[in-house]
């Protein structure tokens, strides 16, 4: 069975960075694309990053494009998040994804989500 | 971008009713190809993530029970509960992998009435 586990949420001030880390287990890691999606508060699901299996490809909703950084080891299983120059707005929980493999980008396993809070 | 619009924004219906939730992409996401529409749909429970119920916009995960169902091709999809059960309330949301930016539909908030 395939886990996914979020952490690295918190409080951190606007312009501050943060980084976020999902372990997975139960799968090939290295086969499977996976991404970051977030909710803020009381609203909808946002997709955030995609990074593919050999981590040769990388795509970013604009609205993090130049502050965000995913990265993965599939050495250790795992999935990065590196968010700087933080805003208000970035306020959400952030799930990690697993993708269904080949290339199809939605999402049969998703973490509990980790909470990242924007705010002086 | 592809643009999902959901309707309504929730509605109430009895225990054993059917439910449908509307989902409209602002453009086709039907791949001439291989004829598939790029189209899944999650249902998310007050405090869990997202759930996989529905992908190529009619097929069924693996575990999903047989009351959900879904519709539709090119623009226009339905997420159908057949007859609604008391565990089935949620937020239902559409989601559009046809091209990235990858796009989710605003959310329909299912409840008992």
């Known amino acids: 069975e395939v886990h996914l586990l979020e952490s690295g949420g918190g409080l951190v001030q606007p312009g501050g960075s943060l980084r976020l880390s999902c372990a997975a287990s139960?799968?090939?890691?290295?086969?499977?694309?996976m991404s970051w999606v977030r909710q803020a508060p009381g609203k909808g699901l946002e997709w955030v990053s995609t990074?593919?299996?050999?981590?040769?490809?990388?795509y970013y909703a604009d609205s993090v494009k130049g502050r965000f950084t995913v990265s993965r080891d599939n050495f250790k299983n795992t999935l990065y998040l590196q968010m700087n120059s933080l805003r208000a707005e970035d306020t959400a929980i952030y799930y990690c994804?697993?993708?269904?493999?080949?290339?199809?980008?939605?999402?049969?396993?998703w973490g509990p989500g980790t909470l990242v809070t924007v705010s002086s | 971008d592809i643009v999902m619009t959901q309707s309504p924004d929730s509605l109430a219906v009895s225990l054993g009713e059917r439910a449908t939730i509307n989902c409209k992409s602002s453009q086709s996401v039907l791949y001439n190809s291989n004829n598939k529409n790029y189209l899944a749909w999650y249902q998310q429970k007050l405090g869990q993530p997202p759930k996989l119920l529905i992908y190529w916009a009619s097929t069924r995960e693996s575990g999903v029970p047989d009351r959900f169902s879904g519709s539709g091709s090119g623009t226009d999809f339905t997420l159908t509960i057949s007859s609604l059960q008391a565990e089935d309330v949620a937020v239902y949301y559409c989601q559009q992998y046809y091209s990235i930016p990858l796009t989710f539909g605003g959310g329909t908030k299912v409840e008992i009435k």
């Open positions: 994804a697993k993708d269904i493999g080949s290339g199809y980008y939605y999402f049969d396993c």
């Open positions: 139960g799968l090939t890691f290295s086969s499977y694309a």
């Open positions: 990074l593919s299996g050999s981590a040769t490809s990388t």
